[in-house]
């Protein structure tokens, strides 16, 4: 069983910067490849980026290619969303994802692991 705790959700002007953190428990982190996801009022759940197990490879949609970064500190057991220039329609409850399978974290509909969310509030 792995656990996800997120943090670093908040308040922030379009514009602004913020960092979300996860914090895996349980399993070996370095065993599983990490991802992070989405979910607007209303709207399914939508991959935003995600990270393979050695950290050596990412892949972004194309909504927040260029503003998000993902990165993974496995020595830490720590996961990290760097969201820059963001704007109103980022507005969502962010969530942090585990797969052992890259093919399966990437995809809402099969992810194994899920933390319990953080809201993300961009005013404009």
């Known amino acids: 069983q792995v656990q996800l705790i997120e943090s670093g959700g908040g308040l922030v002007q379009a514009g602004g910067s913020l960092r979300l953190s996860c914090a895996p428990s349980?399993?070996?982190?370095?065993?599983?490849?990490m991802a992070w996801f989405r979910q607007a009022p209303g709207k399914e759940r939508e991959f935003v980026a995600g990270i393979t197990q050695s950290g050596g490879s990412t892949y972004y949609a194309e909504s927040v290619k260029g503003r998000f970064t993902i990165s993974r500190d496995n020595a830490k057991n720590m996961v990290y969303l760097q969201m820059s220039i963001l704007k109103p329609q980022d507005t969502a409850v962010y969530y942090c994802a585990a797969d052992q399978l890259w093919r399966d974290v990437i995809a809402a509909n099969r992810v194994t692991y899920w933390g319990q969310g953080t809201q993300v509030t961009v005013s404009s």
């Open positions: 349980g399993r070996t982190f370095s065993n599983y490849a």
